[in-house]
C-alpha cells in the first residue's frame, strides 16, 4: 500500500496555483476514454463520423475531459478529498496529436466547511482553450 | 426548409421541453471495480479511493469509492447507440433534429453535483428529463440549438447521489465539412503566427528580420526615417531610400494585453505594445519578460531578434533592465 | 473654403430591419427590407430612388438592390471606405449628390449579417488579398489583430495621458445600456447592469472589458434623403442636414495611427467637426443630443472631446456629470448605441438621430432637440453630421 496524502483546508489559501500537467491527446485516449465512459457516439471511435461532423479526426468526448479534469483536481488533493460537484464547459475539440496542458487556482476557500473551489483550464497546444470549469473538493480539517 | 416549414419544425422540438427520458431507470451493473478500473487506466486516475481496497479500509471512509464522474457512465446505453439508440425522449427528439438536417452532435457543458459517495455494490437509477431547448443560434460549429438535459441519480435505498445538468448542441455541420479535410498532417500541424505578405514595399523588410536584423528605411535625399515603409518619402518626395540597422532600444509608449480572442499559434499571456525607438521611429512589437501589470508607459525596452516558432523571426522586446 | 450645403438635403425617411444574432436571410434581404421600410415611412415608391450610398465594405451591389427592389434608374452610386467610418460617409456622398442635382433622391444603407456571417471580432487575419493585407501585416505577427487590441492601445495611452479612469468608460457603457434596456428593438432590452456586474465581465483587451465592446449583430438601416422642395410633401416632417463631412489627418494609418508625434486623439474627427461646424453655421452649444458612434466605450468620450463639447481630457469629467443622460447636457445613444441596441456600423444611429429631431425617439427627451450629432467610427477616416429641422 502507498501512502497517499490529502491536504488540509488550513493549507489552502485563494490564489494558490496547482501544478500544471500535460496530457498527451492519443486516438487511444480519445477512444478508450469513450469506451471507458460507455459513450458510443460515433465521432469519439470513427473518424469517417468526425469528418462528416467538421473535424479532422476522431474527438474527445465530454464525458472523458469531465474524468480528467475530476482527476487534476483529486491529484491535486489526495484522496480523502470528497468531490462536491463539477462545472465544466467545452470549447475547442481535442484530437489526437495534440497535448493538452491543465492548470488550476484556488478560488474561494471555506474553512468553516473544507470546501474548496478549483478554476480549472485545460489548453491543448493547437486550438487553444479546451476546457474551463471549476471543481468544488471537500477537503479534510475543516473548523 | 421553407419558413413555414421551420416554424412547423420549432414547434415539435419544443414540445420536448419537459419531456420525461427516464423514470427510476436502473443501471445494468451495479458500481463495480471491473469498470472502475477500467475507467481509471483510460483516465491514467491512480486515486485509491476508487480501487486499493487495503488503503480503503484505513481511510476516513473506511471503504472504496466509485469515482463520482463516473455518476453517468453507469446508465449510459453502450455499443447500440452506434447504430440505432433504443426509443426515448430524447433519442426521439435527436432523430427529429436529425431529419432536418441538425446532425451535428456536442456536449458543451455538463455540470454534476454529488450528495452521497455511492460504493461498490450500489446500484445507480436515474431519473430525466428534457429541461430547456434555445432558441436557433449561430456557433462556431454551424446553426443550432441547445437543449439541456436534467438528471437526478439515486441508489437502491432511494436515497439521492447527485444530480446532473447537460447542455448539448445540435447543429447543421458547416457545408462541405468533409471536403475542407486533406490530411492529417496538414490539419494537425502545429499552427504559427500570421505573417504578413510580402510585397515591393515592405518584402525587404520582412527579408532582413529573417535574416535577423531589424531595419528602419531612410530616405536618402533628407535623411528622414520612416516606418512603416513606403515607396516615396513624405518630408522630400524622393524616392531613393536605404536603412539603418536598429538599435533596438526604445520606449514604450502603450500596451495592451490581448485576453480575447486567444488565436492558434500566439503565446498566452500576450502583449502588444508600441514602441518609440531611440531612432525616432514608432514600432509595434510584443512586450516580453513582463507581465502587463508590471508594465508602464515610459518604461525603457531592450530588443531582440527571435524565432517566435518554427517559421516566424520577429523583433521581441524586453524590460531593459532584465537585458542589462 | 467652406462647402455649400447647409439644409439642400433633407432626411425624409428611415428604416430598420430587424436585429438579431442569426437573420437567417442574405444580406440582400435586409438591405431591401430596411430600405422598404425607410421608403414606406417617407411615402415614396422604389422607383422614386436614383441614387445610392453605402459603404465599400457593404457586400450589396446597388444594381442588384436596384432590381430586387424595383428601383429603376440610377444617376448616382457612391461608396465610403474604412469599416464604421463610413456611417456618415453614406449622408456625406447622398448631400453632394442632392445639393448638386447629381440625384433627386439617394437612399443610404447598410445591411450586415455581423454576427451569423463574418464577424469583425474575429480579426483581420485569413485569406485576405487585398492591398490592405500589406497595413495589416505589421500588426498580425505580433497578435494585435482586432479592433478591440487596437482601440485597447489607443485607450491605455489616452487614460494614462489625460488621467481619465474606468469610472469614465463605465458611466458611457451605463447610460447607453440603460437606454437599451428600455428599447424593445434593443438586444439588450429589459437587461440592465450594475458596476460589479461590468467589473466582472471578462477582459478583452487591456483596459477593455466585454461590457465596453459592441454587439456582433445581423440586421438593416436605411435613410432617404431627398431635396428640400420634395421633401415638403412627403409623409414625415423633413429632417434637413446643416452640415456633414468625411475626414482623414495627417499620418493617417487604418485603426493604427500609432506613428503620429502624439497618438491619444483623434484629429481627423477633430478636422471634421471644425468642417461641420462651419458649414452649418454652428457650434458645440447648438447641438441638443447626440449619437455617437460606439464600436467601444472610451471612443465616446474621445469624440465628445473632439467635437469640442469638453476640452481634451476633460471628457471623464463631462459623462461623471450626467451628461449623457435623458436628463443631461447632451443625450447620447438614446436606442442603446451599438453597445445595447446593435451594431449596424453606425447607420442605425443616423436612423435614432433623425428620431430625436423629429421627437419620436424611443428614449425621447424630456426638453427640446433642435439639433442632433451623428457620428461614424474612428480610428479610420470619419465624420459626422449635424440634422436639424427642416
Redesign the interface.
Given at each position: 500500500m502507498t501512502d497517499f496524502k490529502t491536504i488540509r483546508i488550513d493549507e489552502v489559501s485563494v490564489g494558490d496555483a496547482l501544478a500544471a500537467l500535460d496530457i498527451e491527446v492519443t486516438t487511444a485516449l480519445v477512444v478508450g476514454g469513450a469506451i471507458a465512459t460507455r459513450d458510443y457516439e460515433p465521432v469519439h471511435h470513427n473518424k469517417a463520423a468526425a469528418q462528416a461532423a467538421g473535424l479532422p479526426d476522431v474527438f474527445m468526448n465530454i464525458l472523458t475531459s469531465q474524468a480528467l479534469m475530476t482527476r487534476f483536481a483529486t491529484d491535486w488533493s489526495g484522496p480523502e478529498a470528497s468531490v462536491r460537484s463539477i462545472d465544466l464547459q467545452l470549447g475547442a475539440p481535442n484530437l489526437p496529436g495534440m497535448v493538452m496542458t491543465v492548470t488550476g487556482e484556488i478560488t474561494a476557500v471555506d474553512s468553516k466547511t473544507g470546501i474548496v473551489d478549483i478554476a480549472i483550464n485545460g489548453e491543448n497546444n493547437i486550438w487553444g482553450m479546451h476546457m474551463h470549469g471549476t471543481v468544488q473538493l471537500k477537503l479534510p480539517g475543516e473548523d | 426548409m421553407t419558413p413555414e416549414e421551420h416554424q412547423l419544425f420549432e414547434q415539435k422540438i419544443y414540445a420536448y421541453v419537459g419531456r420525461e427520458v427516464f423514470s427510476s431507470q436502473p443501471a445494468p451493473d451495479r458500481i463495480n471495480e471491473a469498470m472502475i478500473r477500467h475507467w481509471a487506466e483510460a483516465m491514467g486516475d491512480k486515486n485509491p479511493a476508487y480501487q486499493d481496497a487495503e488503503w480503503a479500509e484505513q481511510s476516513m471512509r473506511g471503504r472504496l469509492i466509485g469515482p463520482p464522474a463516473m455518476m453517468y457512465c453507469w446508465n449510459q446505453e453502450g455499443i447500440t447507440a452506434a447504430t440505432k439508440r433504443s426509443s426515448d425522449a430524447l433519442t426521439d427528439m435527436c432523430d427529429l433534429f436529425d431529419q432536418h438536417g441538425y446532425s451535428g452532435v456536442l456536449g458543451t457543458n455538463v455540470k454534476q453535483e454529488y450528495f452521497k459517495e455511492a460504493g461498490m455494490g450500489d446500484q445507480v437509477f436515474v431519473d430525466m428529463i428534457i429541461d430547456t431547448i434555445s432558441e436557433?443560434?449561430?456557433t462556431a460549429r454551424g446553426?443550432g440549438y441547445f437543449f439541456e438535459s436534467l438528471a437526478t441519480f439515486s441508489d437502491q435505498h432511494g436515497e439521492k447521489i447527485g444530480t446532473q445538468r447537460f447542455r448539448v448542441l445540435k447543429f447543421i455541420p458547416a457545408e462541405g465539412a468533409n471536403s475542407t479535410v486533406s490530411s492529417d498532417e496538414e490539419a494537425l500541424e502545429t499552427p504559427t503566427?500570421?505573417?504578413?505578405?510580402?510585397?515591393h514595399?515592405?518584402g525587404w523588410w520582412w527579408e532582413a528580420a529573417d535574416e535577423g536584423r531589424m531595419l528602419i528605411q531612410r530616405c536618402t535625399a533628407c535623411q528622414t526615417l520612416r516606418?512603416?515603409p513606403r515607396p516615396m518619402c513624405g518630408e522630400c518626395q524622393s524616392m531613393d531610400w536605404d536603412s539603418i540597422e536598429s538599435t533596438m532600444q526604445g520606449e514604450v509608449?502603450?500596451?495592451?494585453?490581448?485576453?480575447?480572442?486567444k488565436?492558434p499559434g500566439?503565446p498566452s499571456p500576450?502583449i502588444?505594445a508600441?514602441i518609440k525607438m531611440d531612432e525616432g521611429?514608432?514600432f509595434?512589437?510584443?512586450l516580453r519578460g513582463c507581465e502587463?501589470r508590471d508594465a508602464s508607459?515610459g518604461m525603457r525596452v531592450s530588443g531582440v531578434m527571435e524565432q517566435v516558432d518554427d517559421k516566424?523571426m520577429?523583433p521581441q522586446f524586453y524590460p531593459a533592465t532584465q537585458e542589462a | 473654403m467652406v462647402a455649400n450645403v447647409k439644409d439642400k438635403a433633407v432626411i425624409v425617411g428611415i428604416g430598420n430591419t430587424e436585429f438579431s444574432?442569426?437573420s437567417?436571410v442574405s444580406e440582400l434581404s435586409l438591405a431591401v427590407q430596411a430600405i422598404k421600410v425607410a421608403l414606406d415611412d417617407a411615402g415614396l415608391k422604389p422607383s422614386d430612388i436614383d441614387g445610392m450610398a453605402t459603404f465599400t465594405m457593404d457586400t450589396n451591389d446597388e444594381i442588384e438592390v436596384a432590381r430586387a427592389l424595383g428601383v429603376g434608374e440610377l444617376s448616382f452610386f457612391g461608396r465610403s471606405h474604412y469599416g464604421g467610418g463610413a456611417a456618415t460617409g453614406t449622408l456625406h456622398q447622398a448631400t453632394m449628390a442632392v445639393a448638386t442635382g447629381m440625384a433627386e433622391t439617394v437612399v443610404c444603407f447598410r445591411a450586415l449579417n455581423g454576427?451569423?456571417g463574418h464577424r469583425f471580432?474575429?480579426?483581420v487575419?485569413g485569406a485576405?488579398t487585398t492591398a490592405d493585407?500589406?497595413?495589416?501585416?505589421?500588426?498580425?505577427?505580433?497578435?494585435?489583430?482586432?479592433p478591440?487590441?487596437w482601440v485597447?492601445?489607443?485607450?491605455?495611452?489616452w487614460m494614462?495621458i489625460t488621467g481619465v479612469t474606468k469610472d469614465a468608460l463605465y458611466e458611457v457603457a451605463k447610460t447607453t445600456r440603460d437606454y437599451g434596456a428600455n428599447n424593445p428593438a434593443a438586444f439588450f432590452y429589459g437587461q440592465t447592469f450594475d458596476r460589479t456586474e461590468y467589473d466582472a465581465q471578462?477582459?478583452?483587451?487591456?483596459?477593455l472589458q466585454l461590457f465596453d465592446c459592441c454587439q456582433e449583430s445581423d440586421g438593416g438601416s436605411a435613410v432617404i434623403v431627398t431635396t428640400p422642395e420634395r421633401a415638403r410633401d412627403l409623409a414625415q416632417p423633413g429632417v434637413a442636414i446643416r452640415g456633414v463631412a468625411q475626414c482623414a489627418a495627417k499620418d493617417q494609418e487604418q485603426m493604427?495611427s500609432?506613428?503620429r508625434e502624439e497618438?491619444a486623439g483623434i484629429p481627423e474627427m477633430e478636422f471634421a467637426a471644425t468642417d461641420v461646424y462651419a458649414m452649418s453655421g454652428m457650434q458645440a452649444g447648438d447641438i441638443d443630443a447626440a449619437v455617437i458612434y460606439d464600436a467601444f466605450s472610451p471612443i465616446v468620450l474621445w469624440q465628445l472631446e473632439a467635437w469640442g463639447f469638453c476640452g481634451f481630457g476633460e471628457s471623464g469629467d463631462f459623462v461623471l456629470d450626467g451628461a449623457l443622460r435623458p436628463d443631461g447636457r447632451l443625450p447620447c445613444n438614446t436606442h442603446g448605441g451599438q453597445l445595447s441596441e446593435a451594431y449596424i456600423h453606425g447607420v442605425n444611429g443616423i436612423v435614432e438621430a433623425t428620431k430625436l429631431v423629429r421627437g419620436t425617439s424611443v428614449n425621447q427627451p424630456a426638453k427640446q432637440i433642435d439639433h442632433a450629432l451623428v457620428t461614424s467610427g474612428v480610428g479610420i477616416p470619419t465624420g459626422g453630421a449635424i440634422l436639424g429641422k427642416l
Amino acid at each position: 500500500m502507498t501512502d497517499f496524502k490529502t491536504i488540509r483546508i488550513d493549507e489552502v489559501s485563494v490564489g494558490d496555483a496547482l501544478a500544471a500537467l500535460d496530457i498527451e491527446v492519443t486516438t487511444a485516449l480519445v477512444v478508450g476514454g469513450a469506451i471507458a465512459t460507455r459513450d458510443y457516439e460515433p465521432v469519439h471511435h470513427n473518424k469517417a463520423a468526425a469528418q462528416a461532423a467538421g473535424l479532422p479526426d476522431v474527438f474527445m468526448n465530454i464525458l472523458t475531459s469531465q474524468a480528467l479534469m475530476t482527476r487534476f483536481a483529486t491529484d491535486w488533493s489526495g484522496p480523502e478529498a470528497s468531490v462536491r460537484s463539477i462545472d465544466l464547459q467545452l470549447g475547442a475539440p481535442n484530437l489526437p496529436g495534440m497535448v493538452m496542458t491543465v492548470t488550476g487556482e484556488i478560488t474561494a476557500v471555506d474553512s468553516k466547511t473544507g470546501i474548496v473551489d478549483i478554476a480549472i483550464n485545460g489548453e491543448n497546444n493547437i486550438w487553444g482553450m479546451h476546457m474551463h470549469g471549476t471543481v468544488q473538493l471537500k477537503l479534510p480539517g475543516e473548523d | 426548409m421553407t419558413p413555414e416549414e421551420h416554424q412547423l419544425f420549432e414547434q415539435k422540438i419544443y414540445a420536448y421541453v419537459g419531456r420525461e427520458v427516464f423514470s427510476s431507470q436502473p443501471a445494468p451493473d451495479r458500481i463495480n471495480e471491473a469498470m472502475i478500473r477500467h475507467w481509471a487506466e483510460a483516465m491514467g486516475d491512480k486515486n485509491p479511493a476508487y480501487q486499493d481496497a487495503e488503503w480503503a479500509e484505513q481511510s476516513m471512509r473506511g471503504r472504496l469509492i466509485g469515482p463520482p464522474a463516473m455518476m453517468y457512465c453507469w446508465n449510459q446505453e453502450g455499443i447500440t447507440a452506434a447504430t440505432k439508440r433504443s426509443s426515448d425522449a430524447l433519442t426521439d427528439m435527436c432523430d427529429l433534429f436529425d431529419q432536418h438536417g441538425y446532425s451535428g452532435v456536442l456536449g458543451t457543458n455538463v455540470k454534476q453535483e454529488y450528495f452521497k459517495e455511492a460504493g461498490m455494490g450500489d446500484q445507480v437509477f436515474v431519473d430525466m428529463i428534457i429541461d430547456t431547448i434555445s432558441e436557433q443560434k449561430a456557433t462556431a460549429r454551424g446553426i443550432g440549438y441547445f437543449f439541456e438535459s436534467l438528471a437526478t441519480f439515486s441508489d437502491q435505498h432511494g436515497e439521492k447521489i447527485g444530480t446532473q445538468r447537460f447542455r448539448v448542441l445540435k447543429f447543421i455541420p458547416a457545408e462541405g465539412a468533409n471536403s475542407t479535410v486533406s490530411s492529417d498532417e496538414e490539419a494537425l500541424e502545429t499552427p504559427t503566427r500570421i505573417a504578413s505578405p510580402r510585397g515591393h514595399d515592405n518584402g525587404w523588410w520582412w527579408e532582413a528580420a529573417d535574416e535577423g536584423r531589424m531595419l528602419i528605411q531612410r530616405c536618402t535625399a533628407c535623411q528622414t526615417l520612416r516606418h512603416p515603409p513606403r515607396p516615396m518619402c513624405g518630408e522630400c518626395q524622393s524616392m531613393d531610400w536605404d536603412s539603418i540597422e536598429s538599435t533596438m532600444q526604445g520606449e514604450v509608449l502603450s500596451f495592451t494585453e490581448i485576453h480575447h480572442p486567444k488565436v492558434p499559434g500566439y503565446p498566452s499571456p500576450l502583449i502588444c505594445a508600441v514602441i518609440k525607438m531611440d531612432e525616432g521611429t514608432n514600432f509595434v512589437s510584443n512586450l516580453r519578460g513582463c507581465e502587463a501589470r508590471d508594465a508602464s508607459i515610459g518604461m525603457r525596452v531592450s530588443g531582440v531578434m527571435e524565432q517566435v516558432d518554427d517559421k516566424t523571426m520577429l523583433p521581441q522586446f524586453y524590460p531593459a533592465t532584465q537585458e542589462a | 473654403m467652406v462647402a455649400n450645403v447647409k439644409d439642400k438635403a433633407v432626411i425624409v425617411g428611415i428604416g430598420n430591419t430587424e436585429f438579431s444574432k442569426n437573420s437567417g436571410v442574405s444580406e440582400l434581404s435586409l438591405a431591401v427590407q430596411a430600405i422598404k421600410v425607410a421608403l414606406d415611412d417617407a411615402g415614396l415608391k422604389p422607383s422614386d430612388i436614383d441614387g445610392m450610398a453605402t459603404f465599400t465594405m457593404d457586400t450589396n451591389d446597388e444594381i442588384e438592390v436596384a432590381r430586387a427592389l424595383g428601383v429603376g434608374e440610377l444617376s448616382f452610386f457612391g461608396r465610403s471606405h474604412y469599416g464604421g467610418g463610413a456611417a456618415t460617409g453614406t449622408l456625406h456622398q447622398a448631400t453632394m449628390a442632392v445639393a448638386t442635382g447629381m440625384a433627386e433622391t439617394v437612399v443610404c444603407f447598410r445591411a450586415l449579417n455581423g454576427r451569423s456571417g463574418h464577424r469583425f471580432s474575429g480579426g483581420v487575419a485569413g485569406a485576405i488579398t487585398t492591398a490592405d493585407a500589406i497595413h495589416w501585416g505589421w500588426y498580425t505577427p505580433f497578435g494585435l489583430m482586432t479592433p478591440a487590441s487596437w482601440v485597447g492601445m489607443f485607450t491605455q495611452r489616452w487614460m494614462h495621458i489625460t488621467g481619465v479612469t474606468k469610472d469614465a468608460l463605465y458611466e458611457v457603457a451605463k447610460t447607453t445600456r440603460d437606454y437599451g434596456a428600455n428599447n424593445p428593438a434593443a438586444f439588450f432590452y429589459g437587461q440592465t447592469f450594475d458596476r460589479t456586474e461590468y467589473d466582472a465581465q471578462r477582459s478583452i483587451c487591456d483596459p477593455l472589458q466585454l461590457f465596453d465592446c459592441c454587439q456582433e449583430s445581423d440586421g438593416g438601416s436605411a435613410v432617404i434623403v431627398t431635396t428640400p422642395e420634395r421633401a415638403r410633401d412627403l409623409a414625415q416632417p423633413g429632417v434637413a442636414i446643416r452640415g456633414v463631412a468625411q475626414c482623414a489627418a495627417k499620418d493617417q494609418e487604418q485603426m493604427t495611427s500609432f506613428y503620429r508625434e502624439e497618438f491619444a486623439g483623434i484629429p481627423e474627427m477633430e478636422f471634421a467637426a471644425t468642417d461641420v461646424y462651419a458649414m452649418s453655421g454652428m457650434q458645440a452649444g447648438d447641438i441638443d443630443a447626440a449619437v455617437i458612434y460606439d464600436a467601444f466605450s472610451p471612443i465616446v468620450l474621445w469624440q465628445l472631446e473632439a467635437w469640442g463639447f469638453c476640452g481634451f481630457g476633460e471628457s471623464g469629467d463631462f459623462v461623471l456629470d450626467g451628461a449623457l443622460r435623458p436628463d443631461g447636457r447632451l443625450p447620447c445613444n438614446t436606442h442603446g448605441g451599438q453597445l445595447s441596441e446593435a451594431y449596424i456600423h453606425g447607420v442605425n444611429g443616423i436612423v435614432e438621430a433623425t428620431k430625436l429631431v423629429r421627437g419620436t425617439s424611443v428614449n425621447q427627451p424630456a426638453k427640446q432637440i433642435d439639433h442632433a450629432l451623428v457620428t461614424s467610427g474612428v480610428g479610420i477616416p470619419t465624420g459626422g453630421a449635424i440634422l436639424g429641422k427642416l
